[in-house]
């Protein structure tokens, strides 16, 4: 129990009397100190003295406040919390008081404070609402959180209209069907649902209810949080699965497309050495063109397409390609470039990053039948540039704009829907990203950020080999044969295995000029095969030839990209020997 005590104080005389009770919460022994004023107010803590001090003289000049909470320092720093209720006794001059030790009660009023206020803070961080609302009459009480969730006023009386109006029709039967729930088995409901705000967007909610018993009868009890940041989160999550799951395939099948593509092209220029091109020739030579250009994209989108990249002015670069952007932008677009009068040079490659404008010059265009203006704009963000396309074209849609980079994906009539998925890639392989926003009827913004390079320096020079003595490795037969043909035909000594175990067996101590390598093979792979042979050949000249490559971070050396066609080969090997 807590301590209590009494006292009186004649005002004339002077005279006060204490309990015992009243020795105790002062922490004075009996007999220790005469009871008095001076006493009493020895321990009192300081911050409280001037309104003790205030209250002793109001009661001198005749006014009682007759209840007044305070703290006392005991011997030893202990603070104890009293309350002292005072009257008047009939002779009019002597006060009468009773005190009580509430230190117990503040110690809990200050706890559960400190837990509001941490409700609180944890309502504003986590954007909570509570509610609650009594199935017997309806009445409904909100958080302060709830009202600022559901953009009303404080004044606002709460009503189940202000929930059920804003809720997205599709989501409606979800909680219809939560709500019967919990009325005919006593289950709670969670679930995610779409609330429209003032401004026409949604917000998504998170809303965990429960029937339970209360003194009012059954209530309804349950909070809402803003849950459309994570939400959000987690849908960039599944796409960039998706994308990435999209990309292994795409760059499976670009790979194995390349192969074939290389094998026809190569095969079709050998039969056409010694004999006129004739039309049909012509025709097949341009569809194999087409595929190979497809191909390109696959591998763009799918990351895998090693891509070298060098120090690139992009204001050199948007200047100088300008009359080619404003032929793919058409000429009903204006075409406005607001570039800074210096940026830093960019880790890039400009015939990819070429592309890339084109691209979305060209998904612009379309976005714009009757004209418009593309705003081309960049700065310096830290270690990247940012470079912003900027159309008032007629936008996306929100379920468009989440699949736009997805290949294949086309609004278009005779779109091949791999224009953005390419931008995409390609932004990827340069180690850079593309960030695209559009709304219906406001246009789309596309923000290219690319790597800023210090500086760049020319590699050293070395010496050409006198002799011509090639080893290749390619696991695919008709592929390798075909290289074997081309390069022996340009009068180079070739010895070749589809199997990196084969090539260091065949080769020996022999010595060797060129390392025309695969990237990809069984066993013994390109990179494996290039680190063997430099263990007794450090100065080896390699050249890979791929259709997908591994992390480019791998590769040191120069890549003929497949297809290709003999002559293509062959100047790339000539490079390679001389020291490119």
């Known amino acids: 129990m807590s301590l209590s005590g009494a006292y009186t104080c004649d005002l004339l005389t002077g005279q006060t009397r204490w309990s015992e009770g009243v020795y105790a919460l002062l922490g004075y022994t009996i007999g220790e100190v005469e009871p008095s004023s001076e006493a009493f ?295 406005q470039l607001a570039l800074p009068a210096r940026l830093p040079l960019v880790a890039a490659d400009t015939g990819r990053l070429q592309q890339v404008f084109i691209n979305l010059l060209i998904n612009a265009r379309d976005a714009m039948p009757h004209g418009g203006t593309v705003r081309v704009s960049a700065r310096s963000a830290g270690d990247l540039v940012e470079v912003v396309v900027a159309d008032d074209g007629c936008g996306m849609s929100l379920e468009i704009l989440e699949q736009a980079v997805e290949p294949f994906f086309t609004t278009k009539e005779h779109g091949s829907g791999l224009g953005l998925a390419s931008v995409y890639g390609t932004m990827q392989a340069l180690g850079g990203s593309i960030e695209l926003d559009s709304a219906e009827g406001e246009g789309t913004r596309a923000s290219l950020l690319l790597r800023c390079v210090p500086g760049a320096e020319a590699p050293e020079p070395v010496a050409a080999p006198t002799s011509r003595r090639i080893a290749v490795a390619d696991d695919e037969n008709s592929l390798r044969l075909l290289v074997v043909r081309v390069l022996e035909r340009a009068g180079f000594e070739v010895v070749a295995s589809g199997d990196g175990e084969a090539v260091l067996a065949m080769l020996g101590e022999q010595p060797l000029d060129l390392l025309l390598t695969d990237v990809r093979m069984p066993g013994l792979d390109g990179p494996s095969l290039v680190g063997a042979l430099r263990r007794t050949r450090p100065a080896l000249r390699v050249l890979y030839m791929t259709g997908h490559a591994p992390d480019p971070t791998r590769l040191a050396d120069p890549v003929v990209s497949k297809p290709f066609r003999p002559h293509e080969l062959v100047a790339a090997v000539e490079e390679r020997l001389s020291g490119g």
């Open 41 to 335: 107010a020895s321990r009192i803590h300081p911050d409280d003295m001037e309104r003790i001090q205030q209250a002793i003289a109001d009661s001198a000049s005749g006014v009682l406040t007759e209840e007044i909470c305070y703290r006392v320092i005991l011997p030893g720093g202990t603070v104890r919390h009293l309350r002292t209720i005072r009257h008047w006794l009939e002779d009019g001059h002597t006060l009468a008081g009773s005190m009580l030790d509430i230190t117990e009660g503040v110690a809990a009023d200050e706890a559960r404070e400190r837990e509001r206020a941490q409700l609180r803070i944890g309502e504003e961080v986590g954007r909570i609402g509570s509610f609650t609302m009594r199935l017997d009459d309806g009445v409904i009480h909100w958080s302060p959180m709830m009202f600022e969730l559901m953009e009303v006023g404080p004044e606002h009386v709460p009503t189940a209209s202000d929930f059920d109006e804003r809720v997205h029709p599709q989501d409606m039967p979800s909680i219809l069907a939560g709500r019967k729930r919990m009325v005919e088995d006593g289950q709670g409901t969670a679930l995610i649902v779409r609330l429209r705000r003032r401004d026409g967007t949604w917000m998504h909610s998170f809303i965990d209810s429960r029937i339970e018993p209360s003194a009012q009868g059954p209530m309804l009890v349950g909070c809402l949080q803003d849950v459309t940041h994570q939400v959000e989160l987690s849908r960039r999550a599944q796409a960039s699965r998706r994308l990435e799951a999209l990309g292994r395939l795409s760059g499976g099948i670009a790979h194995d497309v390349n192969n074939a593509l290389t094998i026809v092209s190569g095969n079709l220029d050998l039969l056409l050495a010694t004999q006129p091109e004739s039309p049909e020739a012509v025709g097949v030579r341009m569809a194999l063109g087409n595929i190979a250009s497809m191909a390109q994209q696959l591998l763009a989108f799918a990351r895998s397409e090693i891509m070298p990249t060098g120090a690139v002015d992009l204001i050199q670069f948007l200047t100088g390609n300008n009359a080619i952007f404003v032929e793919a932008a058409g000429p009903l677009v204006d075409l």
